[in-house]
């Protein structure tokens, strides 16, 4: 019996050379690696790195090329073909991969994106892929704690967010008034935490850095952005959440809370129309630093007026 891992990468040592390619060793028959596949310089003896998977004739078969997904993982592919048995999506290897129609949760379409699940069929031992995501991941059991960083990938949109599945396993809530940029159905993002634990075991998520991490980057970010502009820019706790976040990057929330900060911190203040780099700063900018091209937002700066009684040394600021 093989003892290669169907849907992995399997570290194996070649075993024999024959004129269409080499033999891996399995412990049994042997894996053949295809030689249009063979590294340079590849001897027997040697130990690489292959990827196994059953060809057309259910024949197991090594290759060095990498696919878009392996056993276990979830991934967006596209669809190549559809026949009465299934769909058939593009993966990375010669061979497509197969999806059941009792897999599906609604007709494939030729050409479509869907989000799918890897596993192995355990009637042909092949590699398989699933539309039905939700019957593989659960929140009875969980593996992360709150304010951890965690990888997630966007499932599906709902009412009030968007579904992602955290590191895999889980699946967890952004919700809308949360994310100020579009996000799309099997978009991986990297830069992910737990938010909020719910006492049901749902999980609620923050895209992002957080806490004093995202703070002193969103800080810096103002004041570099104060400095490509001649120390003033027309923002304020009046302007629009989308004018904020074409700009600056960040929520209007999060913009006025670093606001408040850095006013209190005597490094900007706050006039009609914007908010100014504080004097010493805007003194040491001028003498270091003369920007020949000025960073342009994506929107054109808006000016407006300032409402300063909302942010003072004695305030919180809050959205």
Not at 36 to 49: C, E, H, N
Not at 202 to 212: E, T
Not at 214 to 233: A, E, P, Q, T, Y
Request: a negative charge.
């Amino acid at each position: 019996m093989s003892t290669a891992k169907v849907g992995e990468f399997n570290l194996m040592r070649v075993d024999r050379k024959v004129d269409f390619g080499f033999y891996m060793d399995d412990e049994a028959e042997g894996v053949l690696l295809p030689k249009r596949f063979v590294p340079d310089g590849l001897m027997v003896g040697d130990t690489i790195s292959v990827f196994v998977y059953h060809d057309s004739d259910n024949r197991l078969i090594a290759t060095t090329q990498e696919p878009f997904a392996v056993v276990g993982d979830i991934a967006a592919l596209k669809v190549v073909d559809v026949t009465r048995q299934g769909a058939f999506m593009d993966w990375g290897l010669m061979k497509d991969l197969f999806v059941p129609v009792s897999q599906q949760l609604s007709t494939m379409r030729l050409g479509g994106k869907y989000l799918v699940k890897l596993y192995i069929d355990k009637q042909t031992g092949r590699v398989a892929a699933t539309e039905k995501i939700d019957n593989t991941v659960s929140n009875d059991i969980l593996t992360v704690k709150e304010g951890e960083k965690v990888k997630v990938q966007v499932y599906r949109e709902s009412e009030i967010g968007y579904v992602v599945i955290v590191n895999q396993v889980h699946q967890g809530l952004v919700y809308k008034n949360e994310v100020f940029t579009h996000l799309h159905i099997g978009q991986f993002i990297e830069e992910a935490y737990i938010k909020k634990i719910r006492e049901d075991n749902k999980l609620d998520i923050g895209i992002g850095k957080q806490g004093l991490e995202k703070l002193d980057d969103d800080k810096s970010n103002i004041i570099r952005l104060l400095k490509l502009h001649h120390g003033f820019l027309p923002y304020h706790d009046k302007s629009s959440p989308d004018d904020i976040y074409a700009f600056f990057g960040m929520s209007k929330k999060a913009f006025k809370m670093n606001v408040g900060i850095l006013y209190k911190s005597k490094l900007i203040s706050l006039e009609d129309g914007g908010i100014r780099l504080a004097p010493e700063d805007q003194n040491k900018t001028e003498a270091t630093e003369k920007p020949d091209i000025i960073e342009q937002p994506k929107q054109v700066i808006k000016p407006g007026s300032l409402n300063t009684s909302s942010i003072n040394e004695d305030d919180d600021v809050q959205d």
